[in-house]
């Protein structure tokens, strides 16, 4: 939503306390995404002491530098540590910007060494090079040799996602998250939207007479009809979200990244496949079903080249 919630702190903690002494007759947590500037040690105590109620997510975007540049803060004066020691569980959210292509790798490495869950994500509304998409492979590479070469290691979720249909394209492009159908947000006057994103303090009152007339429910909700016949159009994430604030629809896409998205697809088929044959004897279920989705992908990808491809990636114009 943007904003750093630990700015209201107070509030937080009346809530917390008041739920922890009034339990709800369903499962809950609280959650928050923060930058982690704002923890002095009595704040860090009371975290823990309410961390099974309220998990706190933190962005971690690697060096002092990049950290300035995406949150606006030193990554200096944030104790990843002890976010690790509370919640475990709970990935650290990696932004990948422009400026962090270049060490993408050393810097998620160094980060999963030290025990660290991390999730990583393009950042948006980018105006993706060519150049960058080709770092961004070389990166993905380094990390794909790095996972090969220890079994310790967790393959970031860039590598792992499966490559879909891409060699059997859908009639339409599927949904990517549950927005409206698995998840919806209710604002503090019970009205209630796809996700958080729809919300007037997201979207602005003025647009909220056109999102309340979203079929969230219609199954081509998230079909774009410019991606038609685009070889990654079941694979390519998509964020309902961030179309309809940018592009006014819930489906249109932002062309700008589509060639990251091929170099996430092309370095994931490779190391998919890789994973298959280095690792035949300690393979497991989703391995397989992964490996079986990238085998039928490349010899399409294999087609593709992030300086000559245009997309929507459609065969026969390659
Ligand atoms: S890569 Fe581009 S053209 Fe292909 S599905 Fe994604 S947004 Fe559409």
């Not at 309340?212 to 998230?222: G, H, L, P, R, Y």
Request: with cysteine; proline share 3%; aromatic share 12%.
């Amino acid at each position: 939503m943007g904003g750093e919630p630990l700015m209201n702190f107070d509030l937080i903690r009346e809530i917390v306390e008041w739920l922890s002494a009034n339990p709800l007759s369903v499962p809950f947590i609280c959650f928050a995404s923060t930058n982690g500037t704002l923890l002095d040690d009595e704040r860090m105590e009371w975290f823990r002491k309410y961390r099974n109620i309220l998990w706190l997510g933190v962005s971690y975007d690697g060096s002092e530098y990049l950290q300035q540049i995406n949150r606006g803060a030193k990554a200096g004066i944030v104790n990843f540590d002890y976010f690790h020691d509370v919640w475990p569980e709970q990935g650290f959210k990696l932004t990948i910007a422009k400026e962090s292509l270049r060490c993408l790798a050393e810097v998620i490495l160094d980060s999963q060494k030290k025990g660290y869950k991390i999730a990583a994500s393009l950042a948006q509304g980018i105006d993706w090079s060519d150049d960058d998409a080709e770092l961004y492979l070389e990166q993905l590479s380094l990390l794909s040799v790095a996972y090969l070469a220890d079994n310790d290691l967790t393959p970031i979720n860039i590598l792992s996602r499966a490559l879909y249909e891409i060699d059997n394209l859908p009639e339409y492009q599927h949904r990517f998250c549950g927005s409206g159908v698995y998840m919806i947000t209710y604002d503090i006057d019970g009205k209630y939207y796809g996700c958080h994103m729809f919300s007037p303090i997201v979207m602005g009152e003025e647009s909220a007479l056109e999102i309340s007339k979203i079929d969230w429910m219609c199954e081509t909700i998230a079909d774009d009809d410019r991606c038609k016949n685009c070889l990654l159009k079941s694979y390519c994430p998509t964020c309902m979200g961030l179309n309809y604030h940018f592009r006014g629809e819930v489906s249109k896409r932002d062309f700008r990244s589509c060639k990251m998205i091929l170099a996430e697809a092309i370095a994931s088929c490779k190391f998919q496949i890789k994973v298959l044959t280095t690792r035949r004897n300690s393979l497991i279920k989703e391995d397989a079903y992964y490996a079986q989705a990238a085998l039928g992908a490349y010899p399409l990808l294999s087609e593709l080249s992030i300086r000559n491809s245009i997309s929507p990636y459609v065969m026969g114009k390659i």
